[in-house]
Every structure is written in C-alpha cells, then in structure tokens.
C-alpha cells in the first residue's frame, strides 16, 4: 500500500512494482484504490554529473461511464494529485540524494 497527501487530502493507492535495474527502470501497475489500472514508469537516465528522473503516468480508468466523462475526470485528477504528488517525491529524494556527507 502507498500513501501520500496532496495538501490536507490523504491519497491511497495499492500498486505491484517491479524494478528492471538492467534497465534502471521501477514500474508499478495501480490495482487498488480510486487509480487502479494505471501504469507508471520512472526512468533514470546519468547525464554526466547528474541523474535525470522521468515518470510515465498512463491511465484510462474503468470507471463505469462514458469516455466523454471518464478521460476529463482523470485528467483532471492526474493534475490535481497524481503530477503533484509525483512531482513531491521527485523533490524529495532529490534532497536526499545531494545530502552532503551522505553516501548510498
């Protein structure tokens, strides 16, 4: 189970992750909670110096209404929550990770 806030909102979710670090890439497929059925991929890519992170978010929810309604919700959703939320955690382990005198 994952959790995370968006403002004073909790947000939860149940995903299977899988991690590829061959190809140094996590995957999490969504199958609990209100985003069940998304497909995530995060991707780290070394730029010299620095590691660039990149986050796919793909979803069409199976939510019993038409396309019309279903994609502008999810939309909708995906800006409110799920970017923010992503975009929180890439913050956060950026902090982290440029910590001086940390080493992983």
């Known amino acids: 189970e994952m959790a995370a806030r968006r403002d004073f909102i909790p947000v939860?979710?149940?995903?299977?992750?899988?991690?590829?670090?061959?190809?140094?890439?996590?995957r999490y497929k969504h199958s609990g909670g209100?985003?069940?059925?998304?497909?995530?991929?995060?991707?780290?890519?070394?730029?010299?110096?620095?590691?660039?992170a990149v986050i796919v978010h793909e979803w069409d929810p199976p939510w019993?209404?038409?396309?019309?309604?279903?994609?502008?919700?999810a939309f909708l959703a995906g800006e409110l929550f799920i970017k923010v939320v992503a975009d929180r955690t890439l913050r956060h382990i950026k902090r982290h990770a440029e910590l001086p005198g940390e080493s992983s």
């Open 12 to 26: 939860k979710w149940l995903s299977i992750q899988v991690v590829d670090l061959a190809r140094r890439l996590i």
């Open 34 to 52: 209100v985003t069940t059925g998304m497909d995530v991929e995060w991707s780290f890519v070394d730029e010299g110096d620095r590691v660039t």
């Open 64 to 73: 019993p209404l038409p396309a019309l309604v279903r994609r502008p919700i």
